[in-house]
């Protein structure tokens, strides 16, 4: 599984990169705050909604420390989709949060 450091994806974001960014953590977890481009689906709906992802794109996957967004990367690349996941998860995000 291909892993971004908190530091390297807030560089993307600083210099611009078109980062498709999805935080799997749940509904209260959320509301304390989240990166700002990112698109929120708990982990118990990728299963559902993963469909109304474009396969072309690249993903970084988020939750709070690690583990929910591993899980979801490992159950996306078995559907051909191109992931990262965030090491550290958002306990490692010192950047922007809305």
Known sequence: MKEITAKELERKIRNGENVNIIDVREDEEVV????????HIPL?????KHTALDKGK?????????GR?????????????DV???????LSWEGEMK
Not at 44 to 48: A, N, S, T
Not at 84 to 90: D, E, F, I
């Open 32 to 39: 304390l705050g989240k990166i700002p481009s990112a698109r």
């Open 58 to 66: 690249h993903y970084y996957i988020v939750c709070r420390s690690w």
């Open 84 to 90: 990262t996941n965030l090491a550290g998860g958002m």
């Open 44 to 48: 118990g709906q990728i299963l559902v």
């Open 69 to 81: 967004s591993g899980n979801a990367c490992t159950f996306l690349e078995g559907y051909g989709y």
